[in-house]
């Protein structure tokens, strides 16, 4: 009697202790490959030394400017950008997320003190004055309003108004992680163009907000995306 | 032959409407309406749901981070992995199928009560879950079933097909166990049929010492019931705006369970022990108990219909219900052979008892709801009206059996002849003929006069028939009442329930002749309202006056008040507390003790009044505690409070304290109890939850033992008053009942990798009881105990009853491929109970104590029992 | 020799009661339906008028999207929740008033009081944002059911059916109340998420959700619901279970069901729902049936009876002597017996003795009044007899 308690303990132990040694080896085989995907759902705001950041800026300067405005239309500029948005483009960037040919290499060596760094070092520098854009054009009716018959949403919803980000309100319930999201004015056309079609086509899709863009670029046409990108760049 | 036809036409009714009617539209279905069969599931999963509940890492949203709170603040469960689907065919079907297949083992005390309750476990293959669904995303048609299967005592399957918002039929079919005793010893053999014989050996005029011997090495038995089911229904719509509800279900409920069996007061013939007070007294050998067994083996079949409007034009809302349940009984008498003589010494005829079981009965019920908005203030008024029938008309039974009392016997030296008792001969009428009718009536309105203040009204009239009326009359003796204990009373003390006008035998005897048709009829009214404060603050309150007038009992009316305020609020930060409190007040007419003297035979022309009048029908000041005064508070309060973005807190507090206007009869009743848990969800990955909670409860009674040398002796035998001569102050006696309970756990789950999955949970829950008493002096104990036992040997309380159950349930789940997977199930239950019920009761000998045979030797004081299973998952 | 008829005073007058009550019922059936006629007649002359009155209408309105509701009308699928629609006096039913009903007609676009001014923009809109949630819901048996049959042209109002125009919302998602939410955080009022939900799913088990406990103590429909996503067998439920959900605030109750004996909740083979009715109904506890009594006797049909004796306790409340959702005594009872029978039973004789703990198996006198199933050896039959020797319920 006193014996089988003891066996059904031993038991009970061998079910319990199980899973310690399949997560190990799970574990194990999980850990080579990047994950598919970045969560910046929790992602809080981040911080870092802008002055540090300056420091280490002098190779970004060669294509995104020594004030953050790039040199060229393919670079986008980095003036006045969310420091958190900046910061995660980069470590998706290391981390092969998201991947450029340039980029990729670039942020390799950086370590995650310097992506803060440079995040709000650039994110300090003014922003590119606001232009003077068409609401009234077909892609400022896109930014503003969508297209409901074509499923397209307003893209101010979480860009904002005049594309300087998202209005943000007190709320308890859970919310988006308005940091992460990037400021559009001015951003130049080339740029947002090829943005969208990365979005659409799946090649940008390595992070949570990538899936929500991936979403909202699959509504838009060539010409859609056109008209954005132009009423953007006039922002 | 009623219970299958409409079956069958239902059925004929629900395949011919449900097939080819695509063009007929319903809404939700109404399964909240109708009682019973909303759940499927069993002990090894109890949601019958947890098998898919695998939760998915991307959430709900791209858009923020965990999971979202109910508006009173709980935390939505993570949502589930999205199954592969599989398309059916070139068709637009899909389908689903999941399968578990595996063996379960228990090890350990697998007989125990506690672990075999409510669960067919068993040693073999078990289905842990077979589901399948299919769904035609074009047309919305689907097909949903699932089932389970622990042991053919406790399964269940349940198809469901229709098309969205069109139709829906379903089909079910479930076994659940009960168990209520493992550890049966019945005596007799035929345990579980209509006649319980005596074993080899034994016949009635045993002595207790042979009876034991035999019981002895009497076979361990299980006593329990198993609810067989199976159902159909259909719903759908019938016209626009019309929905219609057909619903058949049939329950064949089998098994056995304990029963009684009286043979006259045994306690009554006690002797001192040789040793003297203090040491165990003798058994008397006259009278007899016995614990039998009943066999159960019942068929109930439900008709329901119903129809119900969606409001169409005219704006009225209807519901009309319909409800046929017909209870079949297939075994309704228990005969049983006695192995003791109630009454040694006399040529005993007495040799067996008789029970009349549960006659078959017809229930039917209708009840119309009607709605309609009002124009005045956002109002609404509602009608609900039903009328019910309950009616039983079974042959009734001979009052003795010839078996047990042959005719051209008598019974002991009373004179009275066992033939005229032995027939139906003997019986005023050969049926039941029971019939109590119901009628309902509820008015209500609401009114929301303001968005911040709204208000009811409601009116209810609720009226009983109860058109069962039976005479006790014997057409072949022209005498009244009845022979009380198959017999087995005037056996043993000549005395009976017998009443004959003009028989000097009879002529006095104070005897129930008739049937009491107990009915009540009750008015309610109640008004309330709520007022929104702020957007933060809800007051509400009710007034409820019930005006009750039930007959024929102890008060020819009964007003019960309540008041009910409550609030509600999240002034508290993001948290939701939720606030009542109601205090009742119970008054009514002078209650009168003894309100069924039309009963008796006191009140039949022809009563003598014997010269020392009758016994008192009880104490004046005794008042039922559902008669009674009443004053009651109650309290409650229930938190919600969001912790984070991933836990939550709840508390609920609660107490109530009534006290009842009486020395005699239930005194007070108080509950207090506190319950908390804490819900956390940090991801898709871990879940975990703590709860813990306590009750503690206390019931208080008093009570006046009769001053038995007055009986038949004293025209003070009369006397109802407590305090007078028949019912002193010294025989006063109080009990008291307290119970505490704590009840405490944890759930756990997380996922290791995607490949495996752990669930571990541990439940605690204690009670513990303790019965004590108080008396004024020695005299409220039996007259017979009063030269044996003392003061000291009385005490003050029964022993303690305890219940302690400890669960540990761990559940492993690793996916081997995409189609396979491997679970194992393991749970560990330790427990131990005390019940002084069963006190002295440890091996079948000892069920037999002195001219009483007992059956069950109560639960086991500790078990420990192990249930491990491996389960093969199938996914397709 | 004849049987006497014991009549009992007020009898008579209960039996008229209910004659009255039963002939009242139909003269209401009769008055509702012939009421109910008139109405409908009425009501589709005045639809004649309105269709005139809505066509000029629309062209008045223009919205600043430029999907209106009538588009998203078309494009919903030929399959129907058909609910309380000509209460609304929607356009779209009385358009197709002619044909067969299509189940989903009557789930229009509910008006949010906090964003008058918004448009409906289609679930398409909705879905480029959200995702996750679309995924989800296709899957619950709510949104799936709205997606069936629009296989084609896509449900586009299975959002915004729900939570009201969108197109505030989807300019600035953050600004409170812009579209109806049902969740913790939620400024849209309680009342109005009920009566969104309740404007499809009227009547029938929600019949008396008005003054319901629930509803007055401001609990909304997803307290106990969840739409969005599967994660209950079947009720669309906001946990696994019915018994889980209704323990989330009841958890005094959850607690009762630990106790030594119970209803087999714990067990999966029960829910509270088999009982009560969470949306209300005409008992205070929320009772499907009018009386406890009913209730219990569905399954317990046994004790239904009538008996030629009853036990005037039993018969009119189980609850005098059992606690329906678990005790710490055998079979659900308030108190152990003997002290349960004695709170009632103080006659004379056997009955009201102080029976003490010398009394059972293993005291000085061991007495069938307290060992095992005390009272109830004898009189077993203690729900009422129908044996012609059981008024004392032990035949």
């Known amino acids: 009697m006193s014996a089988m308690p003891r066996l059904l303990h031993l038991v009970a132990l061998a079910i319990l202790w199980a899973p310690a040694f399949s997560t190990a080896a799970a574990d194990g085989a999980a850990a080579h490959k990047p994950a598919a995907w970045v969560d910046l759902r929790g992602q809080p705001p981040i911080t870092g030394d802008a002055r540090a950041g300056q420091a280490r800026s002098a190779v970004c300067a060669a294509c995104h400017g020594p004030q953050g405005l790039a040199i060229a239309p393919n670079f986008p500029d980095l003036a006045g950008q969310s420091a958190t948005y900046l910061y995660m483009q980069l470590k998706t960037f290391k981390s092969g997320q998201r991947r450029d040919p340039v980029m990729s290499g670039q942020a390799a060596t950086l370590s995650d003190a310097d992506m803060r760094n440079l995040a709000v070092h650039y994110a300090s520098l003014p922003a590119k004055p606001a232009g003077r854009a068409d609401a009234a054009s077909r892609g400022g009716q896109l930014f503003l309003d969508g297209d409901p018959a074509r499923g397209i949403p307003p893209c101010q919803a979480c860009h904002g108004p005049t594309g300087r980000g998202p209005r943000v309100y007190p709320s308890d319930a859970p919310q988006p992680p308005w940091a992460t999201f990037p400021r559009l004015h001015g951003l130049s056309a080339v740029y947002v163009t090829k943005a969208l079609g990365d979005f659409r086509s799946g090649a940008r899709s390595g992070s949570s907000n990538a899936r929500i863009m991936h979403g909202v670029a699959q509504t838009l046409d060539d010409a859609d995306i056109l008209a954005l990108s132009s009423y953007i760049a006039t922002q | 032959m009623l219970k299958h036809k409409p079956l069958t036409a239902l059925l004929g009714l629900a395949l011919g409407v449900a097939g080819p009617a695509p063009v007929l539209a319903q809404s939700d279905t109404s399964d909240s309406q109708r009682v019973g069969n909303t759940q499927f599931g069993n002990s090894l999963d109890p949601t019958g749901w947890a098998m898919f509940d695998a939760p998915d890492p991307a959430g709900m949203s791209w858009l923020h981070a965990g999971q979202l709170r109910t508006p009173t603040g709980v935390l939505y469960p993570w949502p589930r992995q999205l199954p592969d689907e599989a398309r059916l065919g070139s068709g637009d079907w899909t389908y689903e199928l999941l399968a578990e297949l595996g063996y379960l083992h228990a090890s350990g005390d697998r007989n125990d009560e506690f672990f075999r309750m409510y669960s067919g476990w068993k040693n073999g293959a078990a289905l842990g879950m077979l589901a399948f669904s299919a769904l035609n995303h074009r047309t919305g048609r689907y097909v949903e079933f699932r089932g389970s299967r622990i042991s053919s005592q406790d399964q269940y399957y349940r198809l469901r097909s229709g098309r969205y918002g069109d139709y829906r039929v379903e089909a079910f079919y479930r076994d659940i166990p009960h168990t209520l005793s493992t550890t049966a010893y019945p005596l007799w053999n035929g345990a579980g049929s209509t006649d319980l014989t005596l074993p080899g050996g034994l016949a009635t005029g045993s002595t207790p010492a042979q009876v034991q011997a035999v019981e002895a090495n009497r076979p361990r038995r299980t006593l329990s019931v198993t609810r067989q089911s199976t159902g159909v229904s259909w719903e759908g719509t019938l016209i626009r705006h019309w929905i219609g509800y057909a619903g058949v279900t049939n329950e064949n409920r089998t098994g056995d369970r304990d029963w009684g069996g009286p043979m006259y007061l045994t306690y009554f013939f006690v002797a001192p022990g040789p040793g003297g007070a203090g040491t165990p007294s003798v058994p008397g050998t006259f009278g007899g108990q016995y614990e039998t067994v009943r066999p159960v083996d019942f068929t109930t079949t439900d008709v329901n219909l119903g129809l119900r409007n969606q409001g169409g034009a005219s704006g009225w809302l209807f519901n009309l219900g319909m409800t046929g349940s017909f209870f079949r009984d297939h075994k309704r008498t228990l005969d049983y052979a006695v192995p003791f003589a109630a009454a040694p010494g006399y040529a005993s005829v007495i040799t067996g008892g008789t029970w009349s079981l549960e006659p078959n009965n017809d229930y039917y019920h209708v009840r119309l709801e009607a709605s309609h908005p009002l124009k005045l203030w956002h109002g609404q008024f509602s009608v609900s009206a039903s009328y019910g029938s309950m009616r039983q008309n079974d042959a009734l039974q001979a009052p003795l059996s010839p078996m047990y009392c042959p005719s051209g016997q008598f019974i002991g030296s009373t004179g009275i002849a066992c033939a005229d008792w032995n027939t139906t001969a003997a019986l005023s009428r050969q049926n039941g003929d029971a019939r109590i009718d119901t009628g309902l009536l509820n008015l209500r309105v609401d009114f929301r006069p303001t968005a911040k203040l709204s208000w009811h009204l409601n009116l209810r009239q609720r009226d009983e028939d109860n058109m069962t009326r039976y005479t006790m009359v014997n057409p072949l003796t022209g005498q009244y009442g009845y022979v009380p204990e198959n017999g087995a009373e005037p056996l043993v003390t000549g005395g009976t329930e017998l009443f004959q006008p003009g028989s000097p035998l009879y002529q006095s005897n104070f005897a129930q002749i008739a049937s009491i048709p107990f009915s009540t009829n009750d008015r309610k009214a109640e008004l309330g309202g709520s007022y929104r404060i702020d957007r933060y603050n809800t007051l509400s309150a009710s007034y409820l006056l019930d005006h009750q007038t039930p007959r024929p009992r102890e008060r020819t009316y009964i007003d019960d008040q309540h008041l009910k305020l409550g609030w509600d609020t999240r002034a508290f930060g993001n948290a939701t507390l939720r606030f009542s409190y109601e205090y009742e007040k119970r008054t009514g007419g002078r209650y009168n003790p003894d309100p069924y003297l039309a009963a008796y035979s006191p009140s039949m022309p022809g009563y003598v009044l014997p010269a020392v009048g009758y016994t008192a029908f009880t104490v004046a000041q005794m008042y039922k505690y559902d008669m009674s005064n009443l004053e009651a508070s109650k309290l409650k309060a229930i938190l919600t409070m969001p912790l984070g973005t991933t836990a939550t807190l709840s508390a609920t507090l609660y107490g109530n304290r009534k006290r009842y206007g009486a020395d005699i009869g239930r005194q007070s009743v108080g509950t207090t109890g506190a319950d908390l848990s804490w819900d956390w969800e940090p991801g898709a990955a871990t879940s975990m939850s703590v709860y813990a909670g306590m009750a503690s409860s206390r019931l208080k009674q008093g009570n006046v033992n009769d001053n038995e040398a007055l009986t038949f002796s004293s025209p003070q035998q009369a006397d109802m008053q407590f305090g007078g001569p028949f019912y002193p102050y010294a025989n006063f006696w109080t009990a008291t009942d307290n119970e505490r309970n704590v009840d405490a756990g944890t759930h756990f789950r997380h996922v290791f990798s995607p490949r495996v999955r752990l669930d571990l949970d541990y439940d605690y829950t204690w009670s513990r009881g303790l019965d004590s008493y108080g008396y004024a002096s020695l005299a409220a104990i039996s007259t017979v105990y009063q030269s044996i036992l003392s003061a000291a040997d009385v005490g003050s309380s029964f022993p303690v009853n305890v219940y302690r159950m400890q669960t540990l349930t761990a559940r492993l789940n690793l996916t081997l491929t995409r189609k396979l997977g491997l679970a194992l199930y393991g749970k560990y239950e330790f427990g131990n109970y005390a019940d002084w019920h069963y006190a002295g009761f440890d091996m079948p000998a000892e069920l037999i104590v002195g001219n009483r045979v007992f059956t069950e030797l109560g639960p086991q004081p500790h078990w420990h029992v192990l249930l491990v299973g491996a389960f093969v998952t199938v996914k397709l | ?395």
């Open chain 3, 1 to 395: 020799m004849t049987t006497t008829r014991k009549d009992i005073p007020g009898l008579a007058r209960g039996r008229r009661a209910i004659r009255l009550t039963a002939l009242s019922l139909w003269a209401l059936l009769a008055m509702i339906v012939g009421l109910g006629n008139a109405l409908l007649w009425s009501s589709v002359a005045r639809a004649q008028q309105r269709d005139d009155a809505n066509t000029g209408q629309s062209v008045a309105h223009q919205p600043s999207s430029r999907l209106t509701e009538s588009d998203i009308a078309r494009m919903l699928p030929a399959t129907d929740m058909g609910a309380g629609a000509a209460m609304r006096h929607d356009a779209r039913v009385d358009a197709s008033d002619d044909g067969p009903a299509t189940p989903f007609d009557a789930a229009s676009i509910p008006r949010n009081p906090l964003a008058p001014d918004a448009d409906a923009i289609g679930a398409k809109s909705c879905a480029a944002c959200h995702a996750l949630e679309s995924m989800q819901a296709a899957h619950s048996l709510h949104v799936a059911s709205f997606r069936a049959g629009s296989a084609n042209s896509g449900p586009q109002a299975a959002c915004e059916a729900c939570h009201g125009p969108g197109s505030e919302h989807a300019k600035n998602p953050a600004a409170p109340g812009l579209i109806i939410a049902y969740t913790h955080d939620a400024k849209t009022p309680v009342d109005v998420q009920t009566r969104t939900c309740l404007s499809c799913h009227v009547g029938g088990a929600r019949q008396h959700w008005i003054g319901s406990v629930h509803q007055e103590r401001g609990l909304s429909c997803t307290d106990c619901h969840n739409p969005m996503t599967r994660l209950s067998a079947e009720g669309v439920l906001a946990n696994e279970s019915i018994n889980q959900v209704c323990a989330t605030c009841h958890q005094d109750i959850r607690a009762q069901f630990n106790r030594r004996s119970h209803m087999p909740l714990p067990e999966g083979q029960m829910s509270c729902v088999d009982c009560h009715n969470p949306h209300g109904s005409i008992t205070r506890p929320l009772l499907k049936t009018d009386t406890v009594n009913e209730t219990c006797t569905t399954c317990h049909a046994e004790k239904r009876g009538p008996f030629l004796f009853e036990h005037a306790p039993v018969a009119e409340n189980c609850i005098n002597c059992h606690t329906p959702h678990g005790s710490n005594q055998e079979n659900l009872l308030a108190l152990p017996v003997p002290m349960l029978c004695q709170q009632c039973h103080t006659n004379d004789d056997h009955v009201n003795d102080l029976l003490t703990r010398q009394s059972l198996r293993s005291g000085l006198v061991p007495d069938e009044r307290v060992m095992e199933r005390a009272c109830l050896s004898c009189h077993s039959n203690i729900h009422g007899s129908n044996n012609p020797n059981g008024a004392k319920f032990h035949q």
